[in-house]
């Protein structure tokens, strides 16, 4: 299997409502942003333990946590590449480990559909020697922008029409109003000193937000 790493890097989310974007955009475009990548659609099966330990861990405000998932772009139900991400948080800094799964079908969040991902994650936690004692918990889609500003090296993504299904209670939840907005930067003073903008810190996952609010927890 391909595996990547990528830096630690630190990683600000903002939680805003949809009306606000436009404005957001103007700003961001007034201080040297510019979008840098096609709009696209975000897929994730999170992954947890029985006792939801990753979940109360966030909750909890656990500084040094690991959070399981698969990702893939483009449509949900389809043929695509899809990895099995580790994302790893320390303090205030993120960063993740992406392996590669090969191109799978995912037809439907039915455990049925899920055994062939599953098998693959439960294999690659065994063999980087971590709890493969998980199953799928949440799967979440939205729709993604990406910005950066190359002479702060900053990026910024906006996710809007976020979407989540819980594969064990079987509720689902659509999101329309709200955005997420996240900041993504390796310079530990830029927001110290360039907090250009009115937003307030949300700091909740999707996977804790998307759980919480399917499984009523």
Not at 94 to 116: D, V
Not at 150 to 169: A, E, G
Request: aromatic share 14%.
């Amino acid at each position: 299997m391909e595996k990547s790493h990528k830096n630690f890097r630190y990683e600000r989310k903002y939680l805003i409502a949809r009306t606000k974007v436009p404005q957001l955009l103007r700003e961001l475009f007034k201080n040297g942003y510019h979008k840098i990548f096609n709009t696209r659609k975000v897929n994730n099966i999170y992954y947890d333990d029985y006792l939801l330990n990753s979940y109360y861990e966030n909750i909890d405000g656990l500084s040094d946590r690991k959070k399981y998932r698969v990702r893939w772009y483009g449509m949900t139900y389809s043929k695509s590449v899809k990895k099995f991400e580790i994302k790893i948080k320390s303090e205030f800094l993120n960063r993740k480990e992406a392996l590669s799964l090969g191109s799978q079908t995912f037809t439907s969040p039915i455990e049925s559909n899920l055994n062939k991902i599953n098998n693959n994650v439960k294999g690659v936690l065994e063999e980087l020697s971590l709890n493969s004692n998980v199953i799928p918990v949440l799967l979440n889609n939205y729709t993604r922008n990406y910005y950066k500003n190359k002479i702060k090296n900053v990026r910024v993504t906006i996710d809007k029409d976020l979407s989540y299904y819980s594969i064990i209670s079987k509720k689902k939840l659509a999101i329309k109003d709200k955005c997420i907005i996240e900041f993504k930067y390796s310079n530990k003073d830029f927001f110290a000193v360039n907090n250009m903008f009115d937003l307030n810190l949300d700091k909740s996952s999707k996977y804790v937000d998307g759980t919480q609010q399917t499984m009523n927890l």
